[in-house]
């Protein structure tokens, strides 16, 4: 049975699951040659950080979706797996 809608007027309920990110073909492509674990927990560093933003900055369901769709939530992934390959 496919999963209910998120509640469009909540923000936090609109981010993706660290599972469901580590599925994404975009995360994939960020972490590859990385041990899934190591990429897993970048992604939970991200999602903690958007939850931070979120409360901080007060972002609507609307600014949380807009963000997502413009990939951000992705890039911000790609960005921590870059930083350790260095």
Same mark, same amino acid.
Request: glycine content about 4%; cysteine-free.
């Given at each position: ?13 609109? @981010?993706?699951?660290?599972? %469901?990110?580590? #599925?994404? !073909? =975009?995360?994939? +492509? $960020? ?15 991200? @999602?903690?950080?958007?939850? %931070?933003?979120? #409360?901080? !900055? =007060?972002?609507? +369901? $609307? ?15 790609? @960005?921590?797996?870059?930083? %350790?390959?260095?």
């Amino acid at each position: 049975m496919p999963a209910p809608p998120p509640d469009p007027a909540n923000p936090f309920r609109l @981010l993706p699951a660290v599972e %469901e990110l580590l #599925r994404d !073909e =975009r995360v994939a +492509a $960020a972490g590859a040659g990385l041990p899934r674990e190591l990429l897993a927990e970048f992604v939970q560093q991200v @999602l903690s950080n958007w939850r %931070e933003r979120i #409360r901080a !900055e =007060r972002w609507t +369901a $609307a600014e949380v979706e807009r963000r997502i769709a413009s990939g951000a939530l992705y890039a911000a992934v790609e @960005l921590r797996a870059e930083r %350790e390959r260095r």
